[in-house]
Nanobody
Framework: LVRPVESGGGSVQAGGSLSVSCTVPRLTSNTCGMDWYRQAAGKTREWVSGISRDGRITYIDPVKGRFTISGDEAKLTSWLQMNSLEPEDTAMYIC?????????WGQGIQVTVSS
């Protein structure tokens, strides 16, 4: 079973920064998109940011100007830099990497922001 490996995350006070990364080991392929989702306790999963097949980058409104997504297609690796974090950003952050015919989902990594 191929599963992306996530790293980073952790705990920080409001206003601080954290980053998360995601890579698919032992796999080389073109990507049809890289995305980050998050799921807070008791809430449904929401899409946060993504890089499309043609390199277009988009974010949900609450994180615009604070989060930055980047990716390396050759390495099937994605990063999400999170600045000016707010308690509302507390969630499990989950990556998804699309390759032709398959979406690979990470297990998630916790980000906790205290006020």
């Amino acid at each position: 079973l191929v599963r992306p490996v996530e790293s980073g995350g952790g705990s920080v006070q409001a206003g601080g920064s954290l980053s998360v990364s995601c890579t698919v080991p032992r796999l080389t392929s073109n990507t049809c998109g890289m995305d980050w989702y998050r799921q807070a306790a008791g809430k449904t999963r929401e899409w946060v940011s993504g890089i499309s097949r043609d390199g277009r980058i988009t974010y949900i409104d609450p994180v615009k100007g604070r989060f930055t997504i980047s990716g390396d297609e050759a390495k099937l690796t994605s990063w999400l830099q999170m600045n000016s974090l707010e308690p509302e950003d507390t969630a499990m952050y989950i990556c998804k990497i699309c390759v032709p015919g398959q979406n690979y989902w990470g297990q998630g990594i916790q980000v906790t922001v205290s006020s």
